[in-house]
């Protein structure tokens, strides 16, 4: 009996060691790691990695599973091919978690017997505050909190947003935002993303109603962002949504970011906007006190108010404001805060003023005459304030045109009835006033780097310093042609007068013969002061015989003449 219970064991350990030699045989050649990170809702996430490191062959692909010991949260990497490698984030609901271990179970992709267990370390990781708590905004009484899903937005994939379906009342507000990126743990690598920005658009369901200000980039040695991007932004309809948009979506690199939060303070007073500007008895003020901006749009980029103009020419002052001594110094990076005047008429652009300056950083306020005289040929209807640099996205440049003012010039004066005055030729006719007039181009003032951009449909412009110009006229804004001078022409000085006769100067707004003011047909004087006569002389002139026309020849004729008639009488006396 012992003999059999003997032969029995060695059989059974003989196939206990065959078995193992055959798996010793399938070694299981793989390697694996694990690391804690912090993801973007400053949760924990545990990524493991697996490398099959068999040999090249079907029947060596595994199937693997990884499990986190300290939560019991699991991952499937499903199977992975001899040579390949699979990368995947366990999550786990905490903001931290201490020293661990996850364990990789693998099994053979084809069904044979055998498992495969190994175990990886990973270091205790805190990942801070809650998403709730990493917006450190307070909406205090009034304040209206926008809190995003922490879904991250990048430059260059996907729809560049995310959306919260939030009401926010009609209304102005101070606009702050706060954004995340992990920079923490890219301490001595950087990422290179220099342009992780946001901003927000209000939306009344599918319709935009607002738009905010662009956030800071988050600093490089830091993970988040606050800022202040509005003072002052009006809602005028409310919204139903809020979209946190990337500020350079569609772009070339990712510039990733987290959009945390949005405070909305509503300002109880806004700023008294007032005008600089004081009109004469005939003065036209007009008053326009809306934001407009070069990056947002061309409905974003103009501002218009109904206006009745006579035609007739004026002096044109702009005023402008932005709110420079409230921002930091980094905020008032915007080398273009200037706009131009529009006139229309039933849509129609008939004249155009030239550009105020750029607001100084240093000043809220400034105004300035743009045009001494400004030729609006026919009645307009509408002021249009349009931004200068419409189409620069390389800033918003910010302005707010305040108010205008339209001074009108001197009028002609009726002329009393012109003196007759004798000439052979007919008298000519006053000529018309000449008129700047617009051309027929919606190319005008906008940017270009070559002339075919702006002559498609006036070959009149061409591209000079940037800018789509009249070619005889380089620094009109509006692209008028030239004006020219004649008789009885409206005038502002003697100088444009001149240009038509040196003897035109501008009398009482018109061009006038200098000597003649009155005669519209600018004839000179008739006739000049009468001759003073000579007193009656009781001396005989003397005759000066060239002056008589009696030369030299003559004289030699008359005295051989003479001559031959004494001869003559002399042949008669003498017998």
Known sequence: MGLLILVGGLLVGGILVSRQQIFQQQAWNATQSAEAICLQDNKVGILVTFVNTEADSPENAMKVEVEDLQSGNKVDLGTIEPGNTKTDTIIVDANSVGDGQVRFNSTWADGRDGVDTRLADYSAKDCGQTQEAACNLSPGDNGILVNFSGEEIYADRGEGKTTVGQEIPAGTYKVTLRGYDNHSDRVDTGQGQLKEQYYLSLLKDSTEVAKSGNSDDIPEEEDYSTTVVNNNLVIPETATSVVAMHSHFPGPGPESLVPICALFEPVEETVELSCPLTPSANGILVNFNT????????????????????????????????????????????????????????????????????????????????NASLNISADVDTLIAYHSVYEDTSSPNSITPTCILLEPLGQPTPSPTPTPTVSTSPTPSPSPTPTATPPNNSACNTTCSQNNECNGENSSLVCSDGRCRHKDNLDDTGCNIP?????????????????????????????????????????????????????????????????????????????????FVLLGLGVILVP
Do not use: M
Not at 334 to 363: H, M, R, T, W
């Open 483 to 563: 004006l020219t001078y004649s008789c009885n022409s409206d005038c502002s000085t003697d100088s444009q007068c001149a240009t038509a006769n040196s003897n035109y100067q501008c009398i009482a707004g018109n061009c006038r013969h200098k000597d003649s003011p009155t005669d519209t047909s600018c004839n000179p004087p008739v006739g000049g002061p009468e001759p003073t006569p000579n007193p009656v002389s009781e001396t005989v002139n003397e005759v000066d015989l060239p002056e008589a026309g009696i030369n030299e020849p003559t004289l030699s004729v008359l005295l051989f003449g003479g001559l």
């Open 291 to 370: 934001e407009i901006y070069s990056d947002r749009g061309e409905d974003k980029a103009q501002t218009s108010v109904s206006q009745n103009v006579p035609a007739g020419s004026y002096k044109v002052t702009l005023a402008s404001w932005d709110q420079h001594s409230l921002l930091e110094d980094s905020k008032k990076i915007q080398p273009a805060e200037q706009y131009y005047l529009k006139f229309s008429k039933n849509g129609s652009v008939i004249a155009q003023s030239n550009s105020i300056g750029d607001l100084p950083d240093e000043k809220d306020v400034i105004s300035k005459e743009v």
